[in-house]
């Protein structure tokens, strides 16, 4: 059968795959469109597996909000060239509503989740991966039922920020998503600190107020001033507010007769070790090769 260039686009259309690759499925298949795109697919998962261990660090963070549940997805792939490609966009894009319409608790479930087109958003990561080339990975999901009111701030596609305001307007709940955005805090106030982080803090901040041999009593003073110190820089109350540093989070929620119900950020890449590239070594290392 003759390979057309009308049956190649078909199948483009049909599997999202290159030209190249659909031309090629066509071939070994003799031009029977249905087992060049189960070949398609075959090979996407292929090259899927082989890429899984490639560190995908880069990538976007999405936010979506419909009524009083809102969501931030982030989606990892290799290179900002690609977390730039509208194709990674639309696939962020597809799998934040689809986690923000669907009933998902983890990621496993999203990721069986079945897309508008009847396959499962792993097929679509899949296919993206075949055809674009690099590792992409649905990293985690958070969704926010709110009790009051979604407030949310995005830095680019890489930061991005849901806050659940209790009081207050549009304008404090934008501002307050700002900070969080730029200041990082790890919880709204002192009572959400881990007791073991606590802990930690405050073995470390008596241990180094011995070392300046000081009195015990003296020491106890002094950590729980150091301490008082670091639950501020932390806690979102307590931080000075980004906009005005002369007052605090807490004040400024208080003016306005509003509380922080609660508040998730998004960071693309936070916590994923990157490759560090020696790129002095690497010229060197090919000028040694060429000689």
């Not at 709940?173 to 802990?199: F, N, T, W, Y």
């Amino acid at each position: 059968m003759a390979i057309t260039a009308s049956l190649v686009k078909e199948l483009r259309e049909r599997t999202g795959a290159g030209m190249m690759d659909c031309k090629k499925a066509l071939v070994e298949t003799g031009g029977d469109a249905d087992a060049a795109a189960e070949l398609l697919r075959k090979t996407g998962q292929a090259k899927a597996e082989k890429k899984a261990g490639r560190v995908a660090a880069e990538g976007r963070v999405e936010t979506a909000i419909s009524g009083g549940r809102a969501l931030v997805i982030e989606v990892n792939c290799e290179t900002d060239f690609v977390a730039k490609d509208q194709n990674f966009i639309d696939f962020v894009a597809a799998a934040a509503d689809l986690a923000l319409k669907g009933s998902a608790d983890n990621l496993e479930e999203l990721l069986s989740a079945s897309l508008a087109d009847g396959g499962s958003l792993e097929d679509a990561r899949k296919a993206l991966i075949a055809k674009i080339g690099e590792n992409i990975a649905v990293r985690r999901f958070q969704t926010v039922a709110a009790q009051g009111e979604i407030g949310h701030y995005s830095h680019g596609n890489r930061i991005a920020v849901l806050v659940d305001v209790v009081g207050g307007d549009e304008e404090l709940r934008k501002d307050i998503a700002m900070h969080i955005a730029a200041a990082s805090p790890i919880c709204v106030s002192e009572a959400e600190v881990p007791a073991e982080q606590l802990e930690r803090e405050r073995r470390i901040l008596t241990e180094q107020a011995q070392m300046e041999g000081k009195p015990a009593e003296i020491v106890a003073k002094m950590v729980e001033g150091r301490l008082r110190k670091y639950l501020a820089e932390i806690t979102l109350i307590g931080q000075p507010f980004v906009k005005d540093p002369d007052t605090t989070v807490g004040k400024l929620l208080k003016q306005n007769n509003a509380t922080v119900a609660s508040f998730v950020r998004f960071e693309v890449g936070e916590g994923i070790e990157k490759k560090q590239e020696d790129f002095a070594a690497e010229v060197e290392a090919q000028v040694r090769a060429s000689q």
